[in-house]
């Protein structure tokens, strides 16, 4: 079935096929359930919201043409295109796409935090004004919906970008229940045409999309076809042989292959195929934990301040990133929010390479030289392991003795969700456009498991601080209150931030409009293929 099916699409005449490999699996096509990448790459090309990301992560419309806030910033009136329409699919009487309206957003967004469905995006909804058990979704009429917030927040209309808000239509919820994971229909420019897990997954162009690029009606594609192989290096050699029209990332096995030193494409690969660049707003950075109410905290050295700022001082960032990265990323000296994000703010240094100042700080903290300053424990996970060496290495010169436990993934994200480690390197990749999503990560009512706070760091200034920035509509103004927030952090060291991430798409020179951006979303409606 799946070879006949690929060699039908990729052999008619004049069709082009987008073809990727995905090597983490997909789990599911529903979007309730986009959690990760795997997952996200894909139902993007299905689904639409009601707002989408432009190029420079800006909000603009999709199946809202236009929408206004109110003067108190908790209402959002959104007003719908009328030629944005569902999928074909049997699921409606004569197999043809409906229109959408507004009672379809409702539905969706409804669905997202109903606790049978378990939705891990169920969160994105939690400023939404309740009454009772309801949430406060209105479909005034078909092309007007409202969403009421129980207080301002800023970064809400970022936040319907996600893919968790696409808007699906309720007879398909109706007709395949739980199957809907893989039996799709949205309003993408892609549509669902088969799927054999593990093996092989195919969308088609949709000829009824309502984009379009100048007065091309998009997507310029006529499929995407996304295979399966685990193996990382087999599906570089797929791309190398052109088997592969898109390549995302680089492993570290052949990094030095296709990299210089600086991270540029190495000139005998000039010609073959492109290299795209640019930052992703993932920040790479090891937690300490800062309660000390927890038996990881209450007697580790970690929990004094000066030892935490002088782990931050002992080692060189620039040079991290240079040898062991091939320059992938920018080094983590400007505090938590990561370059490619609009409050991002280069100017601003908090921890640069000073062993002098580090040994100093050790002096303050009681362990002069180190001395009496017992082993601390940083848990990692395999992947880092060269990093978290590097790091022992140039702490040990000042008199830090570290040791490095490595954990698998699941195991270590379990314990540092529990606070059972004093010390663990974790990364944070932004669900929305907005910085309050990495500060978000150090509010005291933000405490792991419930929250994402792994450091437990609390701060009254902070909380306060943060709490009068989520009512500030004003954006340089509020940009200006998460410049103070960051500051209270670094100076409190609950961090050490390594670098912010790169993203890197190695594509094929007959691919045009392959664009990127810091969210890291593949968009391939724009993509043509020569």
Not at 66 to 86: A, M, N, P, Q, T
Not at 402 to 409: F, H, L
Not at 427 to 440: F, G, H, K
């Amino acid at each position: 079935m799946i070879t006949g099916c690929s060699t039908q699409v990729d052999q008619d005449a004049g069709k082009t096929v987008f073809r990727y490999n995905e090597a983490a699996n997909i789990t599911s096509l529903d979007p309730a359930y986009a959690r990760d990448q795997a997952n996200i790459w894909a139902t993007h090309q299905v689904y639409n919201g009601l707002v989408q990301l432009g190029e420079h992560i800006e909000i603009i419309p999709c199946i809202a043409k236009s929408w206004d806030i109110s003067v108190d910033g908790r209402e959002y009136i959104f007003h719908l295109r009328k030629d944005v329409f569902f999928h074909d699919s049997p699921v409606f009487p004569g197999g043809k796409g409906r229109r959408v309206v507004a009672a379809d957003v409702a539905y969706s967004f409804s669905r997202i935090i109903d606790p049978k469905v378990a939705s891990p995006g169920a969160w994105i909804f939690n400023y939404v004004e309740k009454t009772g058990e309801r949430f406060s979704f209105s479909a005034v009429d078909d092309s007007t919906f409202i969403i009421r917030l129980q207080q301002p927040f800023p970064p809400f209309l970022g936040i319907l970008t996600t893919i968790y808000c696409s808007v699906i239509p309720h007879e398909a919820i109706k007709k395949f229940g739980t199957d809907f994971r893989k039996n799709p229909v949205g309003t993408g420019p892609f549509k669902f045409k088969m799927w054999k897990e593990g093996v092989k997954l195919i969308l088609v162009k949709n000829p009824n999309y309502f984009e379009f690029d100048h007065k091309n009606r998009l997507p310029y594609l006529d499929a995407v076809a996304i295979t399966f192989l685990a193996d990382k290096q087999s599906a570089f050699l797929e791309f190398v042989k052109r088997k592969l029209d898109f390549m995302s990332g680089i492993d570290p096995g052949y990094k030095d292959e296709l990299l210089t030193r600086d991270g540029k494409l190495k000139p005998e690969f000039n010609g073959k195929f492109k290299l795209i660049a640019q930052p992703y707003l993932n920040t790479e950075y090891l937690g300490f934990l800062v309660d000390t109410h927890t038996d990881a905290g209450k007697n580790s050295p970690l929990r004094l301040k000066q030892v935490r700022q002088a782990i931050n001082y002992s080692f060189d960032r620039r040079k991290m990133i240079g040898f062991l990265r091939n320059n992938i990323g920018t080094p983590g000296l400007n505090g938590m929010i990561p370059k490619g994000m609009p409050a991002f703010d280069s100017t601003v240094i908090f921890y640069d390479y000073d062993p002098e100042k580090a040994r100093k700080l050790l002096g303050e903290a009681g362990y002069p030289g180190g001395s009496g300053l017992p082993p601390v424990t940083l848990s990692t996970t395999s992947d880092y392991l060269d990093i978290c060496k590097y790091i022992q290495y140039k702490t040990g010169e000042v008199g830090i003795d570290i040791n490095i436990d490595i954990s698998p993934p699941a195991a270590l994200k379990e314990m540092k969700a529990q606070a059972k480690l004093p010390f663990f390197r974790a990364s944070w990749i932004a669900d929305y456009p907005d910085a309050e999503n990495y500060l978000s990560l150090f509010y005291g009512k933000n405490f792991s498991p419930q929250g994402p706070n792994y450091t437990h760091f609390y701060h009254k200034e902070f909380d306060d601080l943060f709490e009068k920035a989520m009512t500030c509509t004003n954006d340089s103004v509020r940009f200006n209150y998460y410049r103070k927030l960051e500051k209270i952090i670094m100076d409190d060291a609950p961090v050490v931030v390594l670098y912010y991430d790169q993203v890197l798409r190695f594509v094929q020179n007959n691919i045009e409009g392959m664009d990127s951006d810091p969210m890291n979303l593949l968009t391939l409606k724009k993509v043509r293929k020569k």
